[in-house]
């Protein structure tokens, strides 16, 4: 019988490759049709392994999900950017491979990032997701997230509807 291992750690600059694949498989799986080709292959080309290697070094809050040594997802996260919310912290980015989708693991990175901004102090979260991504929404709302704002980002000549859920305790995850 053989062993799996899947955890969830802190991303290390020799995992930038990882999370570039990640980066591009699970942007294009939960974006395509929904923002405009042109602005998403833009967005996606901005994310190379180099920057994921500066961003890890500079101290960026990144976790990843290793399942057996490979990269499969990763999140980000930090201080709240939103200013008119009060939620102390925010998960920025949750993305696996599509494959991964959908038995759970997700749910364990979501966990874990909760739990890394605790420790940073931010007790309470939130999560911006793009309205028009319902697995994204049906999510954040089976985690238990409450919808608590909505707002607009501009893509290229579109605009699309975001909308914030929030957590209030992340020891509550």
Request: net charge positive; proline share 3%.
């Amino acid at each position: 019988m053989s062993t799996l291992s899947i955890g969830v750690r802190r991303a290390e600059a020799s995992d930038a490759n990882g999370i570039t694949a990640v980066h591009d498989a699970a942007w294009r799986y939960a974006y395509e049709g929904l923002i405009p080709a042109q602005e998403l292959n833009r967005m996606i080309a901005r994310r190379g392994a180099a920057w994921w290697e500066r961003a890890i070094r500079r101290g960026t809050g990144v976790l990843v999900l290793d399942v057996a040594g490979t990269v499969a997802g990763y999140a980000t996260f930090g201080p709240n950017r939103a200013r008119d919310l009060p939620q102390k912290g925010e998960v920025y980015e949750l993305y696996l491979m599509p494959e991964y989708q959908g038995v759970g693991l997700g749910t364990r990175l979501f966990l874990a990032a909760r739990r890394e901004l605790a420790r940073y102090g931010c007790d309470t979260a939130v999560v911006w997701a793009l309205a028009d991504n319902e697995p994204a929404c049906r999510f954040y709302r089976n985690a238990g997230g409450r919808r608590v704002a909505r707002s607009t980002e501009r893509f290229g000549r579109s605009i699309l509807t975001k909308l914030a859920f929030a957590w209030p305790r992340a020891s509550s995850a």
